[in-house]
Structures are given as structure tokens and as C-alpha cells.
């Protein structure tokens, strides 16, 4: 072995043309791939299947046997595209979706959608579903404890600590799951199908007013608490020359 | 209306864009039409080449030598206050306002709001009572 002359520059380069110094095989020789080649093991004689069979039918004028495929033909011959896989759904439950750094328990928000919008409401958590809870608090504004997607809110710069706020576990997506109405059974063309009116359930109540004697006790607790409070019941609106995109939050 | 503010040797500038927004730098020499040599040794502008276009020029100036070395030239903004002038100037504290204004969250906002409304209620209740006292005088 003669003493090597490159050592610390590549054995191969890229000229400025694009194209590289040495070729394949010249970098097949320069790297003595041969040394590292595995022998080759001989070619395993595959046992040959058939793929036709001989089978005997009935039939007197049949001719009494048939060739016959092992392996039938896929008798599909689609007339248009097959719609694409959807992603398992369970992907989706495996975890819950990403937040917005911005997004933490215990910051305020400006609900953009829905009958609450406007609001400034305090986030509690985000559920498995990947959805917030947040609330209210209901005696402040009148948002009660609610499921919101993070597109639909906008994340303040105010906190509050909620870290002492436990909000109970069986708050979770089931509890506020849309309840289906029966099928009312229809009598005639036009059925007396009155929309049945939302009414809040006692365990709702109850747990409202647990959390959100809770998190109004955090809210005390803020340095600016009272004016805290005064701002949760606000709502937001915009003004003449305030521009979202050149506010901050 | 006649020029008052002068693109000289000793002026000093207001950076307004570019790198070094934001800081003051004295105009140490020209070097062409659009181009001058600044050095803001006290405001830590390195000395360098800058579009006077990026630059609105102060009232405020001091003295040295075209080319004077960066040793002169904190020399002079030293000697003449050249700092603390600018951070006492109107201008300035303008800017510092700006600044405040743009970074208030959504909670300031609406407590410069509650406070602008309670300091109006004050006035307007003063300038009524006052307004009261004079119409029952007959002088209004």
C-alpha cells in the first residue's frame, strides 16, 4: 500500500459542469468494491407451479376434461377511478392535534364563531378529540363550559394560573357529545316536529358551577383580578383603523 | 420656507430603515449624492457607508473634522450630550410611545380604554358643574 496522497479530499468530486470526476466503474476499481462483493449464491431451481389444471367435467358432449386455471382471473374491470383510501381514523384518536404555541391553559380568548363570539373566554384544557374546553366563566359573560375548535378562537397574551383549577375527568368528549333527537314518527305530509329547545342538564349545571367557582378563585388570585373580571365580561370589537393582522393580542 | 437642517459634517441622524433602525449616528463625511459616512460610537452605530434615504437628519450637531476618527467623534457626542439631548427630545419619546402603543395586548387596550372613559367622566362632570355656576351667574 503506497502512502495515500488524499488524504482529507474526497475520492470522488462534482466539476462545475455538474457531472462527476470519475465514473462508475472508475469508482468501482478506486474503491476495490470487489473485495466487499458477496459471492453470489447459485440461482435456487424455483419448483415450477401450474398454472393450468386438467379437470373432468360432465357432460357427454363436453369432451370430458378441461384445462382450468389454478389461479382464477380477477373478473374486475373497473369503469371508473376507485376513490382513494381515507386515512384510518383512528390515526386521529391515536393523539390530539397539535395546539398553537400561543395556546395554553389558562389563556384568555376571543371566540370568533358561534353564538359566543366575541367573548373573552378562559381556556381550561384541550381534550382528546383536540378540541378546547373552555369557559366562560358563565357569571361573567354567559359561555358555559363548551367545546371549540382552535381555528374559531384567538389566543390572547393574558394568563391566568388555573394550574389549582381541577377540572373533573368525566368532562371529556362523550359528556358533550351532541345528543341525537329521537325520530318522532310522522303523521301526515307536515308533522308537528317542533325543534326540541336546549335545555342545560342538572349534572351540567352542577358541573359549571364547580369549575368556574374554581376558576373565578384564580382569577381573585391575578394581580389585576377585578379588571380581570370587568374584561372576561367585555367583548371585542374592532375600531376604526385597528387592523388584526397589525394587532397584537 | 427655507432649509433648516443641513446633510453636513457633525450632523447628527435619526436611522429610520436599514440595519441600524432605530439608533442616532452623526454624519462623519459624504460620500456621493445618496451616500454618506456615519459613526454612532455612543449608540452603537459601527462606523460605515449609509443611504441618506434610510436617514432623517436631527437638530441636533456637533464639531469635528471631516474623516475625524471614531476616538473624535465619541469625543464630541460625549462632550455635547449628544445622547441624553436626543432621549430628552420630543422626537424621541414620540418614538417610545409608538413603540408602547403597537405592542399593547388586547387586555391593555381595554383597560386604556376604561381609564380614558374614567378620566373623561371626571372632566366632563367638572366642565358641566362648571358650566352650571356661570349660567346661574348670567355670564354665559
Known amino acids: 500500500m503506497g502512502k495515500n496522497k488524499n488524504k482529507g479530499s474526497p475520492r470522488?468530486?462534482?466539476l462545475a459542469s455538474g457531472v462527476a470526476r470519475f465514473s462508475k466503474s472508475a469508482m468501482f476499481h478506486k474503491k476495490a468494491i470487489y473485495k466487499f462483493m458477496k459471492k453470489k449464491a447459485p440461482a435456487k431451481e424455483s419448483k415450477k407451479k401450474a398454472v393450468f389444471?386438467?379437470?373432468k367435467i360432465g357432460g357427454a358432449k363436453n369432451g370430458g376434461t378441461r384445462m382450468v386455471r389454478v389461479k382464477k382471473l380477477a373478473n374486475d374491470?373497473?369503469?371508473a377511478v376507485k376513490a382513494a383510501k381515507k386515512p384510518f381514523a383512528s390515526c386521529q384518536k391515536s393523539h390530539p392535534a397539535k395546539l398553537r404555541s400561543s395556546i395554553t391553559p389558562g389563556v384568555v380568548a376571543i371566540v370568533l364563531a358561534g353564538v359566543h363570539k366575541g367573548k373573552h373566554v378562559i381556556v381550561l384544557k384541550q381534550l382528546q378529540s383536540g378540541l378546547l374546553l373552555i369557559t366562560g366563566p358563565m357569571t361573567l359573560n354567559g359561555c358555559p363550559l363548551r367545546r371549540i375548535n382552535q381555528?374559531?378562537?384567538i389566543a390572547t397574551k393574558t394568563k391566568v394560573d388555573v394550574s389549582s383549577v381541577k377540572v373533573p375527568d368525566t368532562l371529556n368528549d362523550a359528556y358533550f357529545a351532541r345528543v341525537k333527537a329521537e325520530n318522532v314518527k310522522k303523521d301526515g305530509v307536515f308533522a308537528d316536529n317542533k325543534k326540541q329547545k336546549y335545555a342545560p342538564s342538572d349534572e351540567r349545571k352542577k358541573d359549571q358551577g364547580e369549575v368556574d367557582k374554581q376558576v373565578m378563585a384564580a382569577i381573585s388570585k391575578h394581580p389585576e383580578g377585578a379588571l380581570m373580571k370587568k374584561y372576561l365580561a367585555s367583548v371585542f370589537r374592532l375600531q376604526k383603523g385597528q387592523y388584526p393582522h397589525n394587532m397584537v393580542f | 420656507m427655507p432649509f433648516k437642517k443641513f446633510v453636513e459634517i457633525g450632523r447628527v441622524a435619526y436611522i429610520a430603515d436599514g440595519p441600524c433602525q432605530g439608533k442616532i449616528a452623526a454624519i462623519v463625511n459624504v460620500i456621493d449624492q445618496n451616500k454618506v459616512l456615519i459613526d454612532g460610537p455612543t449608540s452603537g452605530?459601527?462606523?460605515?457607508?449609509?443611504p441618506l434615504k434610510q436617514m432623517h437628519l436631527t437638530n441636533l450637531s456637533v464639531k469635528f473634522p471631516f474623516n475625524a476618527s471614531t476616538k473624535v467623534?465619541?469625543?464630541e457626542l460625549e462632550a455635547n450630550k449628544v445622547d441624553e439631548k436626543?432621549?430628552?427630545?420630543?422626537?424621541?419619546?414620540?418614538?417610545k410611545a409608538k413603540a408602547v402603543r403597537k405592542s399593547m395586548t388586547d387586555f391593555d387596550r381595554f383597560k386604556l380604554r376604561k381609564a380614558k372613559s374614567q378620566r373623561n367622566r371626571i372632566v366632563t362632570i367638572a366642565l358641566n358643574g362648571k358650566k352650571k355656576a356661570l349660567r346661574k351667574a348670567g355670564k354665559i
Open chain 1, 53 to 55: 389444471v386438467e379437470k
Open chain 1, 151 to 153: 381555528r374559531f378562537i
Open chain 2, 45 to 50: 452605530v459601527s462606523r460605515q457607508a449609509y
Open chain 1, 12 to 14: 470522488n468530486y462534482t
Open chain 2, 73 to 75: 467623534v465619541r469625543k
Open chain 1, 77 to 79: 374491470y373497473p369503469t
Open chain 2, 86 to 95: 436626543w432621549a430628552d427630545s420630543a422626537w424621541c419619546q414620540r418614538i
